[in-house]
């Protein structure tokens, strides 16, 4: 089946600096990469749309000037926190979608990227 | 905003015993899907059910879908210790979006 990479599997950083989380989908051309976010014992919460080479689609409450995504290729997308705070600490997860809008019935799902802010 | 609802929220069963979920959701969909989510890891998908099937079969999986109730279920049948997990429906809208709901820990005890 289609594989989708996250890197890093997890990262630790202080209070105030950006972090970089790639997706990556292997084998297959994705033309629609999702992000969400997981709080512990809680459900994957959509933060953001993104279609390669537009900008990405931001869902309510969500801020687009903290959480950067960038959809360069059909390959790879990009999810930065910059100046993350303990309160960003949580499981990122990303998904990836060969299908253009409207024709994603099928979304495979990275292993996640757990942030720790200290 | 969280579409799918499902319940219980935790069971715990016997190995070899059935289990079932259920997902409640509020809004017109375009197909369901059911995922499972082992402790601090990845979702695996399960199955996928469209807005114009009611039933359907992986394995020992059965998915149900009533359009009219807006509500769908997972039965798990002759649970196995390995099954112990999280599970999320997760509906899709018409503008592609992919919804999850709160989820259920399933808890399979040897």
């Known amino acids: 089946g289609a594989v989708v990479s996250q890197h890093p599997s997890w990262v630790i950083c202080k209070s105030g600096t950006s972090v970089k989380i790639e997706c990556r989908s292997l084998?297959?051309?994705?033309?629609?990469m999702f992000w969400y976010r997981q709080f512990p014992k809680q459900s994957l919460m959509l933060m953001a749309t993104?279609?390669?080479?537009?900008?990405?689609?931001?869902e309510q409450g969500v801020e687009k000037d903290k959480f950067l995504i960038n959809h360069a290729s059909l390959t790879l997308s990009t999810l930065t926190v910059t100046s993350a705070h303990p309160e960003d600490s949580s499981f990122y997860i990303c998904s990836a979608s060969p299908g253009l809008a409207g024709f994603t019935d099928t979304q495979y799902f990275g292993p996640g990227t757990r942030l720790t802010v200290l | 905003s969280q579409q799918g609802e499902e319940d219980p929220q935790a069971l715990s069963i016997q190995e070899g015993e059935n289990a079932t979920m259920n997902c409640s959701y509020k809004t017109s969909i375009n197909n369901l899907q059911w995922y499972r989510q082992n402790s601090g890891r990845g979702l695996v998908h399960l199955i996928l059910i469209r807005s114009n099937e009611r039933e359907k079969h992986s394995g020992r999986l059965r998915v149900t879908l009533d359009t009219s109730k807006k509500s769908s279920s997972l039965l798990i049948t002759a649970s196995r210790a390995a099954d112990t997990a999280s599970y999320f429906c997760a509906t899709k809208t018409s503008y592609d979006k992919v919804i999850f709901g709160p989820g259920t820990s399933l808890s399979v005890i040897p």
């Open positions: 993104s279609n390669e080479g537009s900008k990405a689609t931001y």
């Open positions: 084998d297959f051309q994705a033309t629609t």
